[in-house]
């Protein structure tokens, strides 16, 4: 009689866990979380390739629009030293034309 013992009878106490099928589970077991832990790791690996890529695009978008914004900027202050110019010019002319005009009439009552 075993006495309760849930032993095979080919079981001895000290050899209980090392059944060539008790051995195949463990072996089993143990290859399924080698996988788990190398999926672990490639799911990782991934996942740092893919954040550094953003990080990566994110750095080239922020670049390339501190490069726009200091494009748009210089054609904002060139666009507006010409219409000063232009306003300049502009009175200018409405003077010449003021001269010019009163000139004539000079000549005209003078004639």
Same mark, same amino acid.
């Given at each position: 009689?075993?006495?309760?013992?849930?032993?095979?009878?080919?079981?001895?106490?000290?050899?209980?866990?090392?059944?060539?099928?008790?051995?195949?589970?463990?072996?089993?077991?143990?290859?399924?979380?080698? #996988? !788990?832990? /190398?999926?672990?790791? @490639?799911?990782?690996?991934?996942?740092?390739?893919? %954040?550094? *890529?953003?990080?990566? $695009?994110?750095?080239?978008?922020?670049?390339?629009?501190?490069?726009?914004?200091?494009?748009?900027?210089?054609?904002?202050?060139?666009?507006?030293? #010409? !219409?000063? /110019?232009?306003?300049? @010019?502009?009175?200018?002319?409405?003077?010449?034309? %003021?001269? *010019?005009?009163?000139? $004539?009439?000079?000549?005209?009552?003078?004639?």
């Amino acid at each position: 009689s075993n006495f309760g013992n849930s032993l095979s009878p080919g079981d001895t106490y000290g050899d209980r866990g090392t059944s060539p099928s008790r051995m195949r589970i463990n072996q089993l077991g143990q290859r399924l979380q080698n #996988l !788990q832990v /190398g999926l672990d790791s @490639e799911k990782n690996v991934k996942s740092e390739f893919f %954040e550094t *890529k953003i990080r990566q $695009i994110d750095d080239k978008i922020t670049k390339n629009h501190q490069i726009s914004e200091e494009k748009f900027k210089l054609l904002k202050d060139q666009i507006g030293k #010409l !219409q000063e /110019g232009m306003a300049t @010019e502009i009175i200018a002319r409405e003077i010449l034309d %003021e001269r *010019k005009t009163k000139e $004539i009439k000079l000549v005209e009552n003078n004639i």
